[in-house]
Structure formats: C-alpha cells, structure tokens
C-alpha cells in the first residue's frame, strides 16, 4: 500500500549508498509475510503484475510455499557490505538463473 507521503512498499529496509558499485544496498529487509491475496493486491498497486510468472511468486500464488517464507536476509546481506562482495551468492547458496550464472561467471563473480 502507499504511505502516507506516496510512496509505494511495505518492507522496513535499510538502504546504504555502495559507492563502489554506484547503486542503493539493502542491508536489511524486516521480511513482512505474504498470502496470496496480499501478492495479488501488491502487484497491482505497483504495477508489476508480470513478475507473477517469477518462480517465487507463482510458487505463492499456487499454495505451494508456507506463508512464514521472510526475513533472515539480514546477515547475509551485512557478510556482503563487509567482504565487498557484489553478489549474495558470493555469500549464501541458492538457486540462480542460467543467464544470471553466466553474468556473473563473465564479470569474475563466483556463485555458491
């Protein structure tokens, strides 16, 4: 939902500036849980209806993800800040793309 100044989000983040890289770094998301109602709801509000076909959020949308999914990305995100690593699968495993494989393998960033 909007806030109160019009912005749009619901995540109490905290952002830092990574000069280095020349982008916003979140350091830490407060992971608010989602039904599928809310998704729905979200995604319209912010116009990005299309990411419904992203793995995640179809897994939601579909029940087939525990609504308790959130949070925790906090410590991997700081372990990133402090080692200067670009990517956060330079610091926690997960699953990623082909093409975000081959992006990274291509600009010298090791995926766990």
Known sequence: ???ADGHKGINGEHHHLERG?????EISSMGIRVDPAALERQLAIAGQESRKSLYFH???LEGKLPLSIGGGIG???LCMYFLRKAHIGE?????????MREECEAAGIPLL
């Not at 890289?21 to 770094?25: A, D, E, I, K, L």
């Not at 610091?91 to 093409?99: A, D, F, H, S, T």
């Open 91 to 99: 610091i926690q495993v997960g699953l990623w793309p082909e093409n």
């Open 1 to 3: 939902m909007p806030t």
């Open 58 to 60: 179809k897994q939601l």
């Open 21 to 25: 890289h020349r982008r916003s770094f």
């Open 75 to 77: 410590q991997s995100r």
